[in-house]
Every structure is written in C-alpha cells, then in structure tokens.
Nanobody, 115 residues
Framework: QVQLVESGGGLVQAGGSLRLSCSVS????????MGWYRQAPGKQRDLVAT???????SYADAVKGRFTISRDNAKRLIYLQMNNLKPEDTALYYC?????????WGQGTQLTVSS
C-alpha cells in the first residue's frame, strides 16, 4: 500500500505561480512512474505530467513550458511547479504513482485560477 497526500493548492490570479507537493508514504524504490493528473468540474481526469524512475518527464500539451514535475527522493516528495497559470488550469489536482501493476492516488488538492 502507498498513501499519497497532496498539498499546496489554493486561489491564485492568472499569470501567477504555485507549487504543489505530494508526500509519499514509502520509499521511491520500485516506484515505476509518478505523475500529476487534474480533473475540472464535469470533465474527465486528465494527465498533466509524469516522471519515471529514470527521471524522464512528459507533459500534456496544455502545460508544456509552464509546468515542471520533479521529485525529492530523500524527502519522498513529488512536486509540480506551475507558472503562468491560466483560468483553464482550475481543477482538482491528483498525485499518482505506479508500483508494479498497481496505481495509487491521493485525495487531490484544489487549484483555482482567477482571471
């Protein structure tokens, strides 16, 4: 079992920045992929960014050049640095990890971007 706890969400004006954090309950050893997803009201949950155990990153087109995913192995934290935020970034942001064939999710942290 893996517990994930997101934090750092809030209300920010368009053009602003925010960093989300995800605390992971176990060592990153054997965790294959870590990622951030988001879900806006009435919409499906979409992938935002991922980072592999090897450090390779990938991003949704909508956030490329604005968001950066990173991790701190020692602190067992996954970050999502978000810059130049837009109202369409408003969503509930979820942290996700894949451990073997299992996927684990946090409860989410809300980001609201005002215009």
């Amino acid at each position: 079992q893996v517990q994930l706890v997101e934090s750092g969400g809030g209300l920010v004006q368009a053009g602003g920045s925010l960093r989300l954090s995800c605390s992971v309950s176990r060592s990153f050893l054997s965790i294959n992929t870590m990622g951030w997803y988001r879900q806006a009201p009435g919409k499906q949950r979409d992938l935002v960014a991922t980072i592999t155990s090897g450090g390779d990153t990938s991003y949704a087109d909508a956030v490329k050049g604005r968001f950066t995913i990173s991790r701190d192995n020692a602190k067992r934290l996954i970050y999502l640095q978000m810059n130049n935020l837009k109202p369409e970034d408003t969503a509930l942001y979820y942290c996700n990890v894949r451990l073997g064939s299992f996927y684990y999710w946090g409860q989410g942290t809300q980001l609201t971007v005002s215009s």
